[in-house]
């Protein structure tokens, strides 16, 4: 023991390399004490600033595509409007790859501010856009340069300590969950302000004439305000090839096994590295298992989002509520904070104590009934129809947040560090995919049923909330083993 403990300063000496960032992290991590709660903010504010335009559109979509004057009959404008909400889903699928191996690469730093700097130009663009093609080309372009999700989940797994991993992959779907429910809720508030606050805003001013730039506007200056912060962040990417893959519990334990896991790091360092390697993650099974589980449940809920806000919105003789873009701004600001409170108070636990699969598993199967109930909440009127929707919205909103959660824990646990960019960009690669058909599909969906208010069998909405139910259903039945192992 003697000798142990005197050979342990040697080992912990070379455990961290001069001038590498990602072990300067290693040795913060090590010194720090007491909940995170900077490192928290960090994640939360940068994932917030690129989740807000991603669907900060959705409450005007309807609005802005009538203005546009793209689609012939009013039951079409649905239609071409989930075409412009899934314009950035495929520029994001598109580049997502790219951005999770430049990640690697080069680190994880650059990349955010790339992804940060992206939102300020383009989603500003899009605010200003005067027809169809200009808006959905911006949208489009959006999406490609922004490359962050993928290398921000990595961040996240490797600037917490391990206690804290799970708390901070859920900041990240949190604040992603917040982000696209805060980001519809300023559209609704912000959206047509020359309608709406015609005492401050002329119908002749900037505003008045591009009625869809406020909302866009204040998200740009709060990612520009982000940008600066980004600079500030450590990078976590190690400059040298890792030396040890066990951690320092074992490390503590015995010198035998860390000389054993050296060797072995060593040997497969090699393979590993090699130009084909990362077509190794496709054969990862608990990663690729994960991601298409990620992939069911991101399409179901980008499909929701899109459907929900056309819902609201539309004519009650269609079957919609018929509310204004305000009133769908405060049914989404009251969800976010649901959801806020959730994350950070009660996910942590259930986590801990069943795990992210029997907890994403949970709540898949508790969505479907909540979903069944939304075509008859547009039969109330009144108040009492507000605080139906406020609450089904806000459950809604916390139950996807807790499965999104779920599977990234089990994608950042199913890789080594230096394929977690990669892993993470093929991840966001295919559910962008997957949420790039999302808005398109359910917008063809909801004009559809708009057409068939009096068929005998899922007339109208029923017929479209009984889809999600479905893709829902599927998520839920993959959770399962065989097809959902975790490493």
Same mark, same amino acid.
């Given at each position: 023991m003697a000798s142990l403990e005197n050979q342990e300063p040697l080992l912990k000496k070379s455990h961290f390399h001069a001038n590498c960032p990602g072990c300067e992290v290693e040795r913060m991590k090590e010194l720090q004490s007491g909940?995170?709660? &900077? %490192? +928290?903010?960090?994640?939360?504010?940068?994932?917030?600033?690129?989740?807000?335009?991603?669907?900060?559109?959705?409450?005007?979509?309807?609005?802005?595509?009538?203005?546009?004057?793209? =689609? &012939?009959? %009013?039951?079409?404008?649905?239609?071409? =409007?989930?075409?412009l909400g899934s314009a950035y889903m495929f520029g994001r699928a598109s580049t997502s790859v790219f951005w999770g191996v430049v990640a690697? &690469?080069?680190?994880?730093?650059?990349?955010?501010?790339?992804?940060? +700097?992206?939102?300020?130009?383009?989603?500003?663009?899009?605010?200003?856009?005067?027809?169809?093609?200009?808006?959905?080309?911006?949208?489009?372009?959006?999406?490609?340069?922004?490359?962050?999700?993928?290398?921000?989940k990595a961040y996240a797994s490797e600037i917490f300590r391990? %206690?804290? $991993?799970?708390?901070?992959?859920?900041?990240? /779907?949190?604040?992603?969950?917040?982000?696209?429910?805060?980001?519809?809720?300023?559209?609704?508030? +912000?959206? $047509?302000?020359?309608d709406k606050y015609p005492s401050i805003f002329s119908p002749d001013s900037l505003f008045g004439r591009f009625p869809y730039f406020l909302p866009c506007l204040v998200i740009s200056l709060f990612a520009l305000a982000v940008i600066i912060f980004c600079f500030s962040l450590p990078e976590t990417l190690h400059n040298h090839e890792l030396e040890s893959s066990i951690s320092k519990s074992e490390s503590m334990e015995s010198l035998a096994t860390v000389s054993q896991a050296t060797d072995s790091k060593k040997e497969t360092t090699k393979d590993e590295h090699e130009p084909t390697s990362r077509w190794y993650l496709f054969k990862n099974w608990p990663l690729m298992s994960s991601i298409i589980v990620f992939c069911v449940v991101s399409l179901h809920d980008m499909a929701y989002d899109e459907i929900?806000?056309?819902?609201?919105?539309?004519?009650?003789?269609?079957?919609?509520?018929?509310?204004?873009?305000?009133?769908?701004?405060?049914? +989404?600001? =009251?969800?976010?904070?649901?959801?806020?409170?959730?994350?950070? /108070?009660?996910?942590?636990?259930? %986590?801990?104590?069943?795990g992210p699969i029997m907890v994403s598993r949970i709540c898949g199967a508790l969505t479907i009934p909540l979903l069944a109930c939304y075509p008859y909440i547009a039969t109330l009127s009144g108040s009492v129809l507000l605080a139906?929707?406020?609450?089904?919205?806000?459950? #809604?909103?916390?139950?996807?947040?807790?499965?999104?959660?779920?599977?990234?824990?089990?994608?950042?646990?199913?890789?080594? $560090?230096? $394929?977690?960019?990669?892993?993470?960009?093929?991840?966001?690669?295919?559910?962008?995919?997957? #949420?790039?058909?999302?808005? =398109?599909?359910?917008?063809?969906?909801?004009?559809?049923?708009?057409k068939r208010q009096n068929e005998s069998i899922l007339p109208g909405d029923q017929v479209v909330f009984f889809i999600l139910n479905v893709i829902e259903a599927i998520g839920v039945v993959l959770t399962f083993k065989p097809f959902l192992v975790q490493r």
């Open positions: 909940f995170p709660f &900077k %490192e +928290l903010c960090t994640i939360s504010v940068v994932v917030l600033a690129s989740a807000l335009p991603i669907s900060s559109c959705f409450p005007f979509l309807y609005f802005m595509t009538r203005d546009m004057h793209i =689609a &012939k009959i %009013e039951e079409d404008i649905g239609y071409y =409007a989930g075409y690697d &690469k080069y680190g994880r730093k650059p990349v955010i501010i790339i992804g940060t +700097l992206t939102v300020v130009i383009f989603n500003t663009l899009f605010g200003l856009s005067s027809n169809f093609w200009m808006a959905i080309s911006s949208r489009f372009l959006l999406g490609f340069f922004n490359g962050l999700y993928g290398p921000i391990a %206690e804290h $991993q799970a708390l901070g992959l859920s900041s990240v /779907s949190t604040s992603l969950g917040i982000g696209l429910i805060i980001g519809p809720a300023i559209g609704g508030f +912000l959206a $047509q302000p020359a929900f806000s056309l819902w609201a919105v539309s004519p009650q003789n269609f079957g919609g509520l018929g509310y204004t873009t305000a009133v769908v701004g405060v049914v +989404l600001a =009251a969800s976010g904070l649901g959801v806020l409170v959730f994350q950070l /108070s009660l996910y942590p636990v259930a %986590e801990r104590n069943l139906v929707v406020i609450s089904a919205s806000m459950v #809604k909103n916390v139950l996807s947040t807790s499965i999104i959660t779920g599977m990234f824990i089990l994608q950042n646990s199913a890789v080594e $560090q230096h $394929q977690r960019g990669a892993a993470n960009g093929i991840s966001m690669t295919l559910m962008s995919f997957c #949420k790039a058909f999302g808005p =398109a599909g359910a917008g063809a969906i909801f004009s559809w049923a708009q």
